[in-house]
């Protein structure tokens, strides 16, 4: 079973500063299907990005994903006041298992 | 609008049932895989079945193998989780999550709101 870690826990940045999230596997993903999740508190989680890249329907071009292999990033350019929560990633390649990470919680500094 | 509602939380003693249900709307039902995921309250998200898109296909986290049955109905547009044998770790809020695609390699793009599951004496 692949093993995601995200870092850090918790980012606390300011409106307007960048956030790079860290997601890293225990083993190569296959086909880079790794997703992007956010959650604000007391909502359902969100798709953000999927195949590791691709942005979702309706996202801002603020978030970016990348990485492969074993190594994957969010990036959010230009933080807005609605982009503090948690992110998850997620892996949905191996053997109809799905893997999520223990999430990264960006708050307001 | 494509929405999934879920129903059919509540709160069961260790050792009970309950049938959890998800309510299909604004899109092709039997076309794409369904899952259920559930999230501890405090915690982050767990996988816990998977489903493809004519049912023929089940996935099961080992937490919850052998204990719960996911399935659908595509002529009613609706996913269910039968829950037995429960055990105060399956406290949580169950989110149902539509796939991206007919198959279950592939992201869970629309979530519902989630029905809070509570197992206790």
């Known amino acids: 079973e692949i093993v995601l870690t995200q870092s850090p826990g918790t980012l606390s940045l300011s409106p307007g500063e960048r956030a790079t999230l860290s997601c890293r596997a225990s083993?190569?993903?296959?086909?880079?299907?790794l997703a992007w999740y956010q959650q604000k508190s007391g909502q359902a989680p969100r798709l953000l990005i999927y195949?590791?890249?691709s942005r979702a329907t309706a996202i801002p071009d603020r978030f970016s994903g990348g990485g492969s292999g074993t190594d994957f990033t969010l990036t959010i350019s230009r933080l807005e006041p609605e982009d503090f929560a948690v992110y998850y990633c997620?892996?949905?390649?191996?053997?109809?298992?799905?893997?999520f990470g223990p999430g990264t919680k960006v708050d307001i500094k | 609008e494509v929405q999934l509602l879920e129903s059919g939380g509540g709160l069961v003693q260790p050792g009970g049932s309950l049938r959890l249900s998800c309510a299909a709307s604004?899109?092709?039902?039997?076309?794409?895989?369904m899952s259920w995921v559930r999230q501890a309250p405090g915690k982050g998200l767990e996988w816990v079945a998977a489903?493809?898109?004519?049912?023929?296909?089940?996935y099961y986290a080992d937490s919850v193998k052998g204990r719960f049955t996911i399935s659908r109905d595509n002529s009613k547009n609706t996913l269910s989780l039968q829950m037995n044998s429960l055990r105060a770790e399956d406290t949580a809020v169950y989110y149902c999550?539509?796939?991206?695609?007919?198959?279950?390699?592939?992201?869970?793009?629309?979530w519902g709101q989630g029905t809070m599951v509570t197992v206790s004496s």
């Open positions: 999550a539509k796939l991206a695609s007919p198959s279950t390699t592939s992201a869970f793009d629309i």
């Open positions: 604004g899109f092709t039902f039997n076309t794409y895989a």
């Open positions: 489903i493809s898109s004519s049912g023929a296909y089940t």
């Open positions: 083993q190569s993903v296959t086909s880079n299907y």
């Open positions: 195949g590791a890249s």
């Open positions: 997620q892996q949905y390649g191996s053997s109809r298992r799905f893997t």
